[in-house]
């Protein structure tokens, strides 16, 4: 870890008090920004992972619930969005990704630069892309885990219209052709996106907070995506289906699903619940895609499920 790295506040998201903002390297060089919010007396430890274009900032509100819960909380920002390095040396917004690899490496060293600071048990905690990578490094051997708690995890996608083996066939293509940075889809961000159009969440009030952050630092914001990220997703959901993989994950897994999901499919994080040793799925009736960003009946779901799973584990799980 290197000097502090920034944190962004606004009125409606202030940071939550104690945070440690720092910068990583990866094994390649990319700058990485995570922040430790340490709890005072804990019972542990969430290591939480955002979703695509998601950066620290936008769990400002749920890393403090879990501070107030008792947890000491490691978030990151993954390569590519946030604070970290962007990769796509001519635009700042493309979603790029290079391979699932890169990821799950990235998440090893953060883990390993903080472990020694860490409470146990420690709980894996993601949304959507960090909740699909999460349970890759899981399936890949990441074992300092304790149990982990997955928000619509992005085990596969939707690719609209396309068959996807298609999708498959032709991102593989555009990437190997040297067009993995070209956007897949005509280019738009959050700053466009509006609360009557939007697919993430029903409630107006934490929408608009993130929208917020985003007009006011709009150096966080990201864009569509491109090919070569497509092609990392795809990759990712082929990696989670093959025979053994998510099988090899031995600790309590739970994955929350939405019940009107428009960007990830629910079947495929059903089935890696089913498949996993100790899985358990739960949907959340009505919500949108952005659990944590919804409505209180609705994130009360996945609270209530949370806290079964972690009074379920010794009060200091060892390795």
Request: hydrophobic share 45%; proline share 8%.
């Amino acid at each position: 870890m290197s000097d502090p790295a920034p944190l962004y506040d606004t009125t409606e998201a202030p940071v939550p008090p104690g945070a440690e903002p720092a910068w990583l390297s990866a094994r390649d060089g990319v700058r990485l920004r995570a922040v430790l919010f340490p709890a005072t007396q804990p019972r542990g430890t969430v290591v939480f992972s955002p979703g695509r274009t998601e950066p620290i900032e936008k769990y400002h509100e749920v890393v403090g619930e879990l501070v107030d819960r008792g947890f000491t909380v490691l978030i990151h920002d993954w390569r590519g969005q946030g604070l970290s390095d962007r990769l796509a040396p001519d635009d700042r917004k493309k979603g790029c990704a290079n391979g699932w690899r890169p990821f799950v490496d990235d998440y090893s060293r953060i883990l390993s630069a903080y472990q020694d600071r860490l409470p146990r048990p420690w709980i894996a905690m993601g949304h959507s892309m960090g909740g699909g990578l999460t349970l890759l490094a899981l399936a890949e051997g990441e074992g300092r885990f304790d149990a982990a708690m997955l928000s619509a995890p992005m085990c596969d996608i939707l690719t609209g219209g396309i068959p996807p083996g298609v999708a498959r066939i032709i991102a593989r293509l555009m990437t190997v052709l040297g067009r993995g940075q070209h956007y897949a889809a005509p280019p738009v961000d959050a700053l466009s996106e509006t609360f009557e159009t939007t697919v993430l969440t029903h409630h107006e009030i934490r929408f608009g907070r993130t929208l917020a952050l985003y007009q006011a630092h709009p150096d966080l914001v990201l864009g569509s995506v491109t090919w070569g990220w497509i092609d990392f997703a795809l990759q990712l959901a082929a990696r989670l289906r093959r025979a053994g993989a998510v099988e090899a994950v031995p600790i309590p897994l739970v994955i929350v699903t939405a019940e009107q999901e428009r960007l990830v499919r629910n079947a495929a994080a059903q089935a890696m619940a089913a498949r996993a040793p100790a899985g358990k799925h739960v949907e959340v009736a009505g919500a949108y895609h952005e659990i944590l960003m919804e409505t209180d009946p609705r994130r009360a779901v996945f609270w209530t499920a949370f806290e079964a799973l972690v009074s379920s584990l010794p009060a200091s799980a060892e390795h």
